[in-house]
């Protein structure tokens, strides 16, 4: 079993900045990609952001320039730096990995989410 656990949100005004964490632990051989999605109120999880084991990135357009993915291999753990802002950006946001468990089965897993409320 692995578990994801997300941290970070919380409430802030636009332009202000924000870092979520996500740590993975649990029966981990290694992780491929790992990445951010988010759901709005009222919208369907889109694509924030991805990382690969090697450190290759992908963004979402609406998020390119102001939030930045980043991983720690030897912590399990991503991060992603949101600055600037937007109301548009309040969310749950969710971590998803690519997990190669102990027992060499390839799973994806979520994580519970941490909600981001931006003030306009």
């Known amino acids: 079993q692995v578990q994801l656990v997300e941290s970070g949100g919380g409430l802030v005004q636009a332009g202000g900045s924000l870092r979520l964490s996500c740590a993975a632990s649990?029966?981990?051989?290694?992780?491929?990609?790992m990445g951010w999605y988010r759901q709005a109120p009222g919208k369907q999880r889109e694509l924030v952001a991805t990382?690969?084991?090697?450190?290759?990135?992908n963004y979402a357009d609406s998020v390119k320039v102001r939030f930045t993915i980043s991983r720690d291999n030897a912590k399990n753990t991503v991060y992603l730096q949101m600055n600037s802002l937007k109301s548009e950006d309040t969310a749950v946001y969710y971590c998803?990995?690519?997990?190669?468990?102990?027992?060499?089965?390839?799973?994806?897993?979520w994580g519970k989410g941490t909600l981001v409320t931006v003030s306009s």
């Open positions: 998803n990995a690519d997990v190669l468990t102990r027992s060499l089965f390839v799973m994806n897993y």
């Open positions: 649990g029966s981990i051989f290694s992780i491929n990609t």
């Open positions: 990382i690969t084991r090697s450190g290759s990135t």
